[in-house]
């Protein structure tokens, strides 16, 4: 019914920049909640931040400051600016959403795209 893609990803230098891109497609009503949580080797997923319909963001305690969540729900994406990478910020990057479909209020998950950083 939905299907949740996400472009960007890979190898960045400490201290340098990256961006991830959601992209949601299929029958959309509206989306509640678009954001992106990691889950880096042996720790558990964790949320990285998230947008609300009602304009709200929600940042990580270890990513306030260095990352930015924007929204473009005309499109139905989500974009993650990663700045000042950190080694620490390497982990699967896991697009998320709870959309509205014929079904209901729903929550998705994109397939996941590795981010690594190291020098």
């Known amino acids: 019914q939905v299907q949740l893609v996400e472009l960007g990803g890979g190898l960045v230098q400490p201290g340098g920049s990256l961006r991830l891109s959601c992209v949601a497609s299929?029958?959309?009503?509206?989306?509640?909640?678009m954001g992106w949580y990691r889950q880096a080797p042996g720790k558990q997923r964790e949320m990285v931040a998230d947008?609300?319909?009602?304009?709200?963001?929600n940042y990580a305690d270890a990513v306030k400051g260095r990352f930015t969540i924007s929204r473009d729900n005309a499109k139905n994406t989500v974009t993650l600016h990663m700045n000042r990478m950190k080694p620490e910020d390497t982990a699967v990057y896991y697009c998320?959403?709870?959309?509205?479909?014929?079904?209901?209020?729903?929550?998705?998950w994109g397939q996941g795209t590795q981010v690594t950083v190291s020098s």
């Open positions: 947008s609300i319909s009602d304009g709200t963001t």
């Open positions: 998320h959403a709870r959309i509205a479909t014929t079904l209901g209020m729903n929550g998705y």
């Open positions: 299929g029958n959309i009503f509206g989306s509640f909640m």
